[in-house]
């Protein structure tokens, strides 16, 4: 959803970095980029001390599921569509040759987009990016309408 989470004046920088988060400095904010390396298996392996913007994110389908706006089982089906959309753009990113799933999807698909497409070498290439195209927009829209805080 992020590209990155920029760390609070709190946050314990070194013990993150010994907890295996890739902090940056830019403009004089400190990040740690996305995908989050202590995300792993569906859940995160540093919670307890994880940083302060991570304790205060709450997604919009936890906040509609704790006001009562939609269940528990909508949010889950919610949340299952955007991971099924994740899997096939990273299935038509794996197939053009970016897999580096350290990199966030969205800089995978902006770099794969930008390369110039040669039909000859492979005649799919289009159909594949043309799809790739339509996925990471519903994803996109998905993320805007149901996730992300407005």
């Known amino acids: 959803m992020f590209h990155k989470v920029r760390l609070l004046s709190n946050d314990a920088l070194t013990e993150l970095r010994a907890l295996g988060l890739r902090l940056k400095r830019k403009r004089g904010d400190i990040f740690s980029s996305q995908p989050c ?31 009562g706006e939609i269940s528990e089982s909508e949010a889950l089906n919610k949340i299952q569509e955007v991971v099924k959309q994740v899997a096939r753009a990273n299935e038509l990113l794996n197939e053009s040759g970016k897999t580096d799933l350290k990199k966030p999807l969205t800089r995978r698909y902006e770099k794969i987009t930008a390369e110039p497409v040669d039909p000859s070498s492979d005649p799919k290439i289009l159909e594949r990016r043309e799809e790739l195209m ?12 149901d996730f992300r805080p407005r």
Do not use: D, G, W
């Open 37 to 67: 390396p202590a995300y792993q298996e569906s859940h995160c392996t540093i919670y307890t001390q994880r940083p302060e913007r991570c304790r205060l994110f709450e997604c919009r389908q936890l906040k509609q599921v704790a006001s």
């Open 134 to 145: 339509r996925v990471m927009q519903a994803l996109e829209t998905l993320l805007e309408k």
